[in-house]
């Protein structure tokens, strides 16, 4: 059986590679980084300490935007003004330079900061640098080490915080927007912090980067604490490669990837089961909405993210083991839960269609809602979890998504440019859905989704619980402690599915190329026959009905048998088709009952004529038809490495030919349906 598991293995990562389109273009780009060795904690806000003020000019436009503080508030601001004056700062930058000790505090007051001498022109050492030779590039901007960094830190950063600890920047307003870093998308990053930990980010915002307006990286121990991020390009918090870092009461909208993408966090879980000590970064009380997706993460490892909303974003959430060059491939042991995760269907593809996101960054009106997608999503989905493992979901409203509350697959290897066969194989395991609230509001109102679960069927250990209106509608259950759960054991997943994941992540932004045959893309999506999967099952059915009447009428007019199977056999197929047009539908089992039943008599009518072999093959096929049905209608078989449907397709690859030539080979005559015997030869199949 290994061997045999190993042999479809090899032919389906083949026909994946085919079928697959090229979608390996980087998540996120960056140096390769150090491993951190998690001796860090999460900072934790001071009121005290070496205290250095930053602050405008301006005193009419000071007064203005603290006229409606509280009198309190207002007060302690008009006192720090005075002194900021005297010995403060203009820019942040300049402050945090001039931190020289650890545990420096920086407040910062009302105001918007441009950072004026960040965006000069480069020197020409950094000018050489960025039109030199390096690793990769993000929107022009090269990819730098860490010494480049250190050497021109305004190349790519508004803001730049390189090698300080314990670093707190604060804004002195009632609310995140009173302190407002603008990079006006003249830089990639609004501001980073790299090598900084124990930086602790609060009451502030940042907005109009070309890629991040706030990115943390390589960092033990990191908080950003009522802070907001909006019209980037892509993510308002990046954080990559770091340990020790929680996200708490912030906000993120109008980013082209994601409000949220702590990607790559430490991996200090790969080696363990469902019994997780901590967790590398935590998110609460958040507010992803406006995005294309609320909350990203590829290679998000150990990440719990619970009591957040979700909202209005493309999706909105995604963590992922789908793009090369992360750490900690693949995703592993994050948890959800206690989150919202609701009407995510926002369409924003219309924007890639017509050119918008082709002009330049300030013309293409991220101000007034326009948001250009980074990747190619279901517009509608609540959660897509390509190739994750030891997840969980609990507890979540997952509601008012059109397309689906989940969508999950796996991800193979080469993808994400493991070559190795065990890594064809080695996502989707052990996650648990775990009384998730699907298709209702907080409120107890019903908002379904258009389906709770959308599933490739591939994973080992996989469970849930009460879980209906799924796409495969005998998702196993996790049991209790009484009795365990059996969980899922498919190596590979539902051809159908399979097929329709890699057609659909044929999204190309920059090209404009949003993929003809997939359901996915709002305005632009597939539907009907138009849909890939549907295109296979209508031409499959056809091709198989016609084999099926031309097997009749050439070889088994005399075989009322054979008649009544050719009659299932037909109506099955059309049933299928109906089934996989409507996903979801119990007409698919049903469809495959039929289709099955109408082949074992077809096989049987077979066996009963010189081409006895042939009858035996379409038995096969009849057999795994059936096992289908029952896989999808009543129970997924248990211990099954692959699904029966994908032993059915290759058993109907070898039967197509084989039919064609029997129907080929036969005389115009009716042939009478004779008694076979042990010594009958089949007939002699010739073109």
Same mark, same amino acid.
């Given at each position: ?42 900072? *934790? ?9 930053? !602050? ?15 009198? %309190? ?17 203009? &820019? ?41 030779? #390096? ?85 033990? /121990? ?19 490669? #770091? ?6 009461? !912030?906000?993120?909208? /109008? ?70 060059? &992360? ?19 926002? %369409? ?21 809602? *326009? ?132 057609? !659909? ?12 045959? !997939? ?12 849909? $890939? ?8 059915? #056809? ?37 996989? $047009? ?5 007409? &698919? ?42 896989? &999808? ?29 029997? #129907? ?14 042990? %010594? ?8």
């Amino acid at each position: 059986m290994k061997a045999y598991t190993r042999l479809l293995g090899i032919v389906a990562v083949v026909a994946m590679a085919i079928l697959g389109p090229a979608t390996a273009a980087s998540a996120h780009e960056e140096r390769p980084t150090r491993e951190l060795d998690g001796t860090g904690s999460v900072p *934790v806000y001071r009121t005290t300490g070496p205290t250095l003020l930053v !602050c405008k000019t301006d005193p009419a436009d000071f007064a203005t935007r603290i006229a409606a503080f509280p009198a %309190d508030l207002k007060a302690a601001n008009e006192q720090l003004w005075t002194q900021c004056q005297q010995d403060g700062y203009r &820019h942040i930058q300049q402050a945090v330079d001039a931190a020289h000790l650890p545990g420096t505090n920086i407040k910062i007051l009302p105001g918007v900061y441009l950072e004026e001498p960040s965006i000069a022109s480069a020197s020409p050492q950094c000018a050489a640098m960025e039109n030199g030779a #390096v690793r990769g590039r993000i929107y022009g901007y090269p990819v730098l080490t860490w010494d480049q960094q250190l050497a021109c830190p305004h190349l790519a950063n508004l803001v730049a915080i390189l090698g300080k600890k314990n670093l707190q920047l604060e804004g002195t307003g009632a609310n995140p927007a009173d302190v407002l870093v603008d990079a006006q998308y003249k830089k990639l990053n609004a501001i980073r912090a790299d090598n900084a930990d124990g930086v602790y980010f609060r009451n502030m915002s940042a907005q109009r980067a070309q890629f991040n307006a706030f990115y943390i990286m390589e960092t033990d /121990g990191f908080v950003v604490d009522r802070t907001m991020g909006r019209w980037n390009d892509e993510y308002a918090f990046l954080t990559f490669a #770091v340990d020790h870092g929680l996200y708490t009461d !912030c906000e993120g909208y /109008g980013n082209g990837d994601s409000a949220f993408y702590p990607g790559a966090a430490s991996n200090i879980n790969k080696d363990r089961g469902h019994d997780v000590p901590r967790y590398a970064v935590e998110i609460q009380r958040c507010h992803g909405h406006h995005n294309t997706l609320g909350y990203s993460g590829t290679a998000g490892d150990s990440v719990w993210v619970h009591d957040s909303v979700f909202t209005e974003n493309t999706a909105g959430i995604a963590t992922d083991s789908a793009f090369p060059d &992360h750490p900690g491939m693949p995703q592993n042991h994050s948890k959800f839960e206690n989150n919202v995760i609701a009407d995510n269907n926002t %369409d924003y593809y219309r924007h890639i269609v017509d050119g918008t996101c082709k002009k330049p960054f300030e013309q293409r009106g991220y101000e007034q809602g *326009v948001v250009c997608p980074a990747v190619g999503l279901p517009v509608g989905a609540g959660v897509v979890n390509p190739g994750g493992n030891y997840n969980i979901w609990r507890g979540n409203h997952i509601y008012g998504n059109r397309y689906s509350g989940f969508v999950t697959s796996f991800v193979p290897g080469f993808v994400r440019n493991d070559t190795g066969f065990a890594q064809q194989f080695d996502t989707s395991h052990h996650n648990r859905y775990l009384d998730n609230v699907m298709g209702v509001s907080e409120q107890g109102e019903a908002k379904p989704n258009g389906l709770n679960f959308w599933w490739d069927g591939q994973g080992v250990g996989s469970c849930w619980t009460d879980m209906s209106d799924t796409n495969i509608r005998t998702v196993p259950g996790c049991g209790d402690d009484d009795l365990p759960a059996i969980g899922s054991h498919r190596y590979l997943g539902e051809p159908a599915g399979t097929l329709k994941m890699y057609a !659909c992540a044929g999204y190309d932004g920059g090209r404009q190329h949003l993929p003809s045959d !997939c359901d996915w893309y709002g305005e632009y999506a597939a539907s009907g026959l138009a849909r $890939i999967e549907v295109k296979w099952a209508f031409g499959g059915a #056809v091709l198989l009905g016609l084999l099926a009447i031309g097997l009749y009428y050439r070889r088994l007019r005399a075989s009322k048998r054979a008649l009544l199977g050719l009659l299932l056999a037909v109506c099955g197929l059309t049933v299928g088709v109906f089934g996989t $047009i409507e996903t979801g539908s119990v007409l &698919h089992p049903i469809g495959l009952a039929l289709y099955g039943a109408g082949f074992a008599l077809l096989g049987l009518a077979l066996r009963g004529t010189r081409a006895r072999r042939l009858g035996t093959a379409t038995l096969i096929v009849a057999v795994f038809a059936l096992l289908g049905a029952i896989d &999808h209608g009543l129970i997924m078989i248990p211990y099954l490495p692959v699904s029966p449907a994908l032993l059915r397709v290759l058993s109907e690859v070898v039967w197509i030919p084989w039919a064609l030539g029997a #129907v080929l080979a036969a005389g115009r005559a009716p042939a009478a349906a004779a008694p076979a015997t042990p %010594d009958a030869e089949p007939e002699p199949v010739t073109a």
